[in-house]
């Protein structure tokens, strides 16, 4: 079946616009999540969606990034004013769910958003 | 202290040898424990979970030690196809979070 899918897979932008990266969920996925990942760098948690509930953001390293999911499916990341710091590869994850018994599931990951700020 | 550390690399070894992998991770309450590998300018997919018991898939067996706090990667007759980076990923269920926490990676190269 399908993947993650994730839009665009390259974006170059100048610093202080505004830019929205997509995912596209394995469908039936009700957990999602994003990283980044800079050039050498482990990846950084951002920001999780299961299902209805209220998201974990505590990953987001700023006030200029947001995200939301719209009908439990496709999800948007949106960096506001970016900085060249910003500059990463930017991945999405769905799993079957967040967790069963407090053992979370795998995660299957998209291809990435490679973002860079000139 | 990292909350998830792993030994660099490279580790350079030839076609058919066995090479392992740890990843220690500082907290104990830890739950969920995957390796997963990640190719170069790709995305990190799932290679396998770690069960408490431990785990094999081929060639591939996967350990955890609770008491020392690490998790293991052994690869046996290594391919020349297993050159990659081998992220482990340790989740701390705390409070109804679940934050998957990644390694920096460990850098496989097999030569002929």
């Known amino acids: 079946g399908a993947g993650v899918s994730q839009s665009p897979s390259n974006k170059v932008t100048e610093k202080g616009k505004d830019v929205e990266l997509r995912c596209d969920p394995i469908?039936?996925?009700?957990?999602l999540y994003w990283y980044r990942q800079s050039l050498g760098q482990g990846l950084e948690f951002l920001i999780y969606?299961?299902?209805?509930?209220?998201?974990?953001k505590s990953g987001l390293p700023s006030d200029r990034f947001s995200a939301e999911r719209t009908g439990g499916s496709v999800s948007t990341l949106t960096i506001q004013r970016t900085q060249q710091e910003d500059s990463a590869v930017y991945l999405c994850?769905?799993?079957?769910?967040?967790?069963?018994?407090?053992?979370?599931?795998?995660?299957?990951f998209g291809p990435g958003t490679r973002l860079t700020v000139t | 202290r990292k909350e998830v550390e792993q030994d660099p690399g490279p580790f350079n070894v030839p076609e058919g040898a066995t090479v392992a992998f740890n990843c220690t991770y500082s907290n104990s309450a830890s739950q969920s424990f995957f390796w997963y590998r990640q190719d170069c300018r790709k995305e990190p997919k799932l290679l396998m979970s770690v069960y408490s018991s431990g785990n094999e898939d081929g060639r591939f067996t996967a350990q955890l030690n609770r008491a020392s706090q690490y998790i293991s990667l052994l690869i046996r007759d290594s391919k020349l196809s297993d050159s990659a980076t081998y992220l482990c990923?340790?989740?701390?269920?705390?409070?109804?979070?679940?934050?998957?926490?990644f390694g920096r990676g460990t850098s496989l190269i097999v030569h002929p």
């Open positions: 990923v340790v989740t701390l269920t705390s409070g109804g979070s679940y934050i998957p926490t």
């Open positions: 994850a769905s799993s079957l769910a967040l967790s069963s018994g407090g053992v979370t599931y795998e995660q299957y």
């Open positions: 969606f299961q299902g209805n509930s209220a998201p974990d």
């Open positions: 469908s039936g996925h009700t957990a």
